[in-house]
């Protein structure tokens, strides 16, 4: 479509996996990044006009930024003609899509992905596929750097390297087929006693974020920060403001719906989400 290649630097999770996905289809990147996005907001990234920027806070840099945060269009003001943005989109992803010309354009790419990144994006999950995730609900899930299966270190596949060999799969097979791919990365000596480890996250509900003790004055890299009210199944959670200690390992991520005027909150974290973990998202065995 272009001769000129770019670099994208987007999240490690499953919107900017199908981020990937839609600039490869179109050969318009040579290089991907994994960053975080208060180091974004803190300059630490080098953009350059050969960077193509997928759900991160806004750098003037960069060749094309791509975001549908409402929160980046009142902390960026005056022209930004290289700011795509939609702030009712869903996903990333799906301002790519769109902006690209749609089906038209990735004519390979399945309606089921699309629709699945727009629902992972914006947390719109049932009660069945938070306890019982499948599909690409469970992809998205172990995508997700907040998931904690980064500081594992006993996977034939290293989280990052799984990171981007699912961008290549994805582009060509079915959920099923990465399924079977994923399977494949715990195949080593000593993965049944990883297996086991995890046993616990099915055993014990994480109901109530105020269990987990609060801890004061850690990056906001290492924390999530939450302060609103959500549910659990049938049960509403104050969770308060108080934020998560990334030293406790908590292995739970608690997701509600984001807010219509949701955004990247000051710290970095993405509003309308509590996460517990805190494992920075470039985190690579």
């Given at each position: 479509?272009?001769q ?7 999240r ?8 990937a ?16 996005p208060?180091?974004?907001q803190?300059?630490?990234i ?7 920027t ?18 980046e269009?009142?902390?960026?003001t005056?022209?930004?003609p ?9 996903s990333?992803?799906?301002?790519v ?9 990735f004519p ?11 629902k ?25 750097s907040?998931t904690?299966?980064?500081?594992f270190r ?6 990052y390297q799984l ?10 097979h ?34 109530d974020?105020?269990?987990v003790?609060?801890v004061q ?8 920060c939450?302060?609103?009210?959500h549910r659990?199944?049938h049960?509403?959670?104050d969770?308060?403001?108080q934020q ?9 991520a ?6 219509q005027?949701?955004?990247?909150l ?11 973990d ?5 985190d690579?065995?």
């Open positions: 479509m272009s000129s290649k770019f670099r994208l630097v987007t490690s999770d499953f919107d900017g996996l199908v981020c996905v839609l600039l490869k289809e179109l050969d318009l990147i040579d290089d991907i990044k994994f960053v975080h208060k180091d974004m803190d300059g630490r080098d953009i350059t006009s050969r960077d193509i997928t759900n991160l806070p806004y750098v003037a840099a960069a060749h094309l930024a791509f975001d549908h945060h409402e929160s269009t009142i902390r960026n005056g022209e930004r290289n700011h795509i943005i939609s702030a009712h989109a869903p990333a992803a799906r301002v899509y769109d902006y690209y010309g749609g089906a038209a354009a390979k790419v399945s309606d089921e992905m699309m629709q699945a990144v727009d992972a994006d914006s947390a719109q999950f049932s009660h069945d596929e938070i306890l019982h995730p499948a599909g690409w609900v469970l992809l998205n899930y172990l995508m997700d907040r904690g299966l980064g500081r006993e996977f034939r596949v290293s989280n990171m981007m060999d699912l961008i290549d799969y994805c582009r060509s079915g959920i099923d087929d990465a399924d079977r791919a994923l399977r494949q990365r715990a195949q080593k000596p000593g993965g049944a006693g990883l297996a086991q480890r995890g046993n616990h996250l099915r055993r014990q509900p994480f109901h974020l105020r269990a003790p609060a004055h850690l990056d906001p890299r290492d924390v999530g939450a302060k609103a009210k659990v199944g049960r509403q959670v969770s308060g403001s998560q200690n990334q030293c406790g390992r908590a292995d739970a608690i997701r509600w719906r984001r807010p005027c949701g955004g990247h000051p710290g970095g974290q993405p509003a309308g989400r509590a996460s517990v805190g494992l920075d998202p470039t690579q065995p």
